[in-house]
């Protein structure tokens, strides 16, 4: 059953960078409260959230104190600990559940629901020592890309292994020099997965929002470039055919369905040179590669996110605008008369005092008319 928010209720958001923001801002324009909770102080969504708790995601105190201040809450990372995780399902609403985080906080099950739902992936292996990957080479030859399970990002706790010498290199890297524990727990899944390094066309990213009817709505497929293993650009549309857009969109709405999620889900595909889709990775939360959504659609993701945990009607995005999303990443932010001169460009900027290289510190989204 639908359980809508009334006007005023308080809406509370697990983590307080960026994304957090820019949920706030989304939540105020529909008559919402924010309480953001996070472990950082002067965070870009404490400047614009109505309550802002500062502590740590395992303080229990907080936590409680935080659950009955709000009326429901959602996050802006899946790295949620499975402690606070559970702690605030059983004191409050928390959209998406635990299980889209947990499947999202792992690449080994990441992949196993990806094939679950018959989505294509690169090859893969789980790794648990050297000798595993020395044995998953023979499978899964080089150019492969060595990456931990859990807690990477950004091409963080990744090595690529261009020759079988590299093997061992790559293994220190990733595991920085410490043999991985493995116990009980982590038996369902590995410290590490071996990918097959994919020569693709082009990445795309579809996000797709799920309400507390079932109802699915996807973003169009956006066309993704990194740069420095981060995000550089976003382009809509995607160069690609319509049968791939439909296909891609097909597989981003099945994984939504299969997690019985509602909020939102971006998964990450490479296309290959004959037009298939192999998905990389997923996150149940706003997505830096549907920051185009702002200002070239009705409704952005952070509205729809917003819309689905209050129990609103998810509406049609409806792109009015060709859109190519660009982050300023540490100096970048020092450069912007250009944009600031330019109607076509909406500046997005973070509020982060201090533009350190590689800190994301906003974004702009270059608008054209639609072709
Ligand atoms: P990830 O942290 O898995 O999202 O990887 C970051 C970026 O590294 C991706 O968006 C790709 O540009 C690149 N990358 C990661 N894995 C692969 C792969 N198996 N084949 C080709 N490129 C990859």
Known sequence: ???????????????????????????????????????DTDSPAEQVASVSTVADYT????????????QAVTFEFENVPAAAAAYLAAHTKVRPSWRALEVCQD?????????????????????????????ALVQVPPPAVLKTARLGYDGKGQAKILSLKETEAAWNTVTDGKPPKTDAKTQETAFAVLEGFVDFVCEISVI?????????????PSENVHANHMLATSTVPANIT??????????????????????LLAVEMF?????????NEMAPRPHNSGHWTQDAC?????EQLIRAVAGLPLVDPARHA????????????????????DPAAHIHLYGKAVARPGRKMGHVNILKSKT
């Open 59 to 70: 303080d229990e105190k907080a936590l409680a104190a935080f659950a009955a201040a709000v």
């Open 107 to 135: 690449r080994t099950k990441e992949k196993q629901f990806f094939a679950s739902i018959n989505a294509a992936t690169p090859p893969w292996r789980p790794i648990n020592s050297l000798k595993e990957l020395e044995a």
């Open 208 to 220: 797709a929002a799920r309400g507390q009817d079932g109802k699915v709505v996807c973003f169009e």
């Open 242 to 263: 319509p049968a791939t857009a439909k296909a891609a969109t097909g597989i981003a709405t099945r994984a939504a369905e299969a997690l019985d999620l509602v909020g």
């Open 271 to 279: 296309v290959t040179k004959s037009g298939d889709l192999l998905c």
């Open 322 to 341: 060709d859109v190519v999303m660009r982050n300023l990443v540490g100096s970048d932010v020092d450069n912007l008369d250009g944009y600031l001169a």
């Open 1 to 39: 059953m639908t359980q809508r928010l009334s006007p005023g209720d308080t809406i509370g958001i697990l983590g307080n960078g960026q994304l957090g923001r820019m949920l706030c801002l989304a939540a105020a324009r529909l008559g919402y409260r924010t309480h953001v909770f996070g472990p």
């Open 298 to 302: 009705g409704t952005d993701q952070f």
